[in-house]
């Protein structure tokens, strides 16, 4: 009799044991994978606190972040099939759908953010955009404010093929460098260079905003072939990111302790650059900008595309991320106000 209960309760323990087991691999199958590529800046804000605050564990992803210097890059990566999101300038996706990728954009991240910059000693030679003429311009090929400075040349009169040289150069760093050792009269860079370049001697001459006010940046891109393989996934991704909007906007300290884990700046020059009046965060795709950017980047002969971009970009995941959010929180207001927005922006 012994012996029997002996058994019954050792067959007990191992059942116990494989259903346990099967529940953690159950588990662990339903984590999705998904590689992010990212730049280090502060303008990726929501996706540094969705990682950290677990917005994106919650939706049972695993996001892995790979950082890359520029746009150009990251793109690269993607298009190889090395990454399943990136989420960088506004610029590189359209020269790669301009050239027949089959890219869709699906989110915000940052707008606006950019700068150009020279040597304190120098500033008061460039208090129009017209100075500019004659001189070397460095800047970060494909970048967002690459294309801003560009065109606000292009609507003063200048032409940037050949009225001014033109440095594309590989880093935001190393654009700084060449202005520092007069390599370049003028740098275009991004938050929060620009607060770094003024602690090293440089001092910021004109924004983004002023030429292309509320113009996007860095937005969440994505191959179209990823897109129809695995929408839910990427609903969860933006549902990460609109509550880490939520969290910067009641928690901006907090907020900034997250950022600094993966950008290597001051407290005080993340703070500056993420709630700085030139600068706007914001997971909303805005599809009118989006359409805004790719008629100028074909008015000053960036690209040369008669492809529709409307075919590129796809704001439903977004929508029914915020949707499902507001149902479960309708008092909300960062996400009343997010729904504000979408309407004007988006439908």
Not at 166 to 195: H, N
Not at 294 to 304: A, D, L, P, Q
């Amino acid at each position: 009799m012994l012996n029997k209960l002996l058994n019954i309760m050792i067959v007990a323990v191992l059942l116990t044991a494989l259903v346990s087991t099967s529940a953690l691999a159950d588990s662990a199958a339903e984590t999705k994978l998904i590689r992010l590529g990212y730049l280090p800046t502060t303008g990726h804000a929501l996706t540094f606190v969705a990682k950290e605050q677990g917005f994106f564990a919650d939706q049972d992803l695993d996001v892995e972040l790979s950082q890359f210097p520029n746009s150009a890059d990251g793109y690269n990566a993607l298009t190889a099939g090395k990454l399943d999101v990136i989420a960088m300038g506004s610029t590189a996706p359209a020269v790669y759908i301009s050239k027949g990728t089959d890219l869709k954009y699906i989110g915000g991240l940052m707008g606006e953010g950019a700068a150009a910059v020279t040597l304190a000693d120098r500033a008061s030679e460039f208090d129009d955009i017209t100075a500019f003429k004659g001189k070397t311009i460095a800047t970060v090929r494909m970048s967002t404010g690459d294309v801003v400075f560009r065109n606000a040349m292009h609507e003063a009169g200048i032409d940037w093929e050949k009225d001014v040289t033109i440095q594309e150069l590989k880093s935001p760093s190393i654009v700084m460098d060449a202005v520092k050792t007069g390599k370049a009269d003028v740098g275009i860079v991004w938050l929060p260079y620009q607060q770094i370049a003024e602690t090293q001697g440089l001092k910021v001459i004109l924004n983004s905003d002023t030429f292309s006010p509320e113009h996007p940046c860095c937005r969440f891109v994505v191959s179209t072939a990823t897109l129809d393989s695995d929408r839910d996934s990427l609903v969860k991704f933006e549902t990460a990111l609109i509550q880490a909007y939520d969290y910067i906007k009641t928690n901006p300290d907090e907020s900034v302790e997250d950022v600094q884990k993966y950008v290597d700046f001051d407290k005080t020059v993340i703070a500056d650059s993420i709630f700085s009046e030139h600068f706007n965060f914001s997971p909303d795709p805005n599809k009118k900008a989006i359409e805004e950017w790719w008629e100028m980047m074909n008015t000053i002969g960036f690209i040369s595309s008669d492809e529709d971009i409307d075919e590129h970009i796809d704001t439903s995941i977004y929508k029914e991320a915020l949707d499902n959010l507001i149902a479960q929180q309708p008092d909300n207001e960062n996400f009343q106000d997010l729904l504000e927005v979408y309407e004007e922006n988006d439908e």
